[in-house]
Each structure stands twice: as structure tokens, then as C-alpha cells.
Nanobody, 117 residues
Framework: VQLQASGGGLVQAGGSLRLSCAASGHTVYGMGWFRQAPGKEREFVASISWGGDSTHYADSVKGRFTISRDNAKNTMYLQMNSLKPEDTAVYYC?????????????WGQGTLVTVSS
């Protein structure tokens, strides 16, 4: 399985970006977004179930970010609105190998999001 993240870039505070994560090679189930800011540990951002009916968000992004997926396109998205400088990080997408899997087995290469103040 390969996960290809894209959509990162430079945006001013208050702006928006949409990240995409395209999966190929095998069916993936639960998916999620994580991020790692410079000098910090990787942290959870959001997750979505295989059917898209269950989503979870970190408190820091609730109400600003929306996770979604299109299984016909094997693609997951992260719509990020009202971006803040503290959202600056490398964003990684991840996927689980089984429908009841608890561990994210597959990881993308990351896409950099930079929010200027």
C-alpha cells in the first residue's frame, strides 16, 4: 500500500488549505491525519472510519478542520479552515490494514503546511 499526501503549502493565518491522501495498492480501512511541528512529537489530528460515518478530531482543530473520504477514489481529505500559525507542521496521512485494526500500518510521506502570522 502506498499513501500519497498532497496539498500542503504556505498560507496566511485565517486562510484555508485542503490536503489529500491517495491510497493505492490495497484496500485501506480506517484512516487518519497526524502532524509534526518542528521540535515536537507527532500528534493526532483527525480520523475517519472506513464508511466515513465516524470521525474524531483533536481538540485543537475541532470546528476548524473537516476530515472526509471518497472510497471510490481511494482518497481521504482534510479541509483546514481558519488556520493558525500553530497549525504549521508536516502533515502525514495514515491508514489501517483491517476493518477492526487498532494500529495505523501504512504512512504517507508527509506534506508541509506553513501558516504565516
Amino acid at each position: 500500500v502506498q499513501l500519497q499526501a498532497s496539498g500542503g503549502g504556505l498560507v496566511q493565518a485565517g486562510g484555508s488549505l485542503r490536503l489529500s491522501c491517495a491510497a493505492s495498492g490495497h484496500t485501506v480501512y480506517g484512516m487518519g491525519w497526524f502532524r509534526q511541528a518542528p521540535g515536537k512529537e507527532r500528534e493526532f489530528v483527525a480520523s475517519i472510519s472506513w464508511g466515513g460515518d465516524s470521525t474524531h478530531y483533536a481538540d485543537s482543530v475541532k470546528g476548524r478542520f473537516t476530515i472526509s473520504r471518497d472510497n471510490a477514489k481511494n482518497t481521504m481529505y482534510l479541509q483546514m479552515n481558519s488556520l493558525k500559525p500553530e497549525d504549521t507542521a508536516v502533515y502525514y496521512c495514515a491508514a489501517k490494514a483491517t476493518i477492526r485494526g487498532m494500529v495505523y500500518k501504512y504512512w504517507g510521506q508527509g506534506t508541509l503546511v506553513t501558516v504565516s502570522s
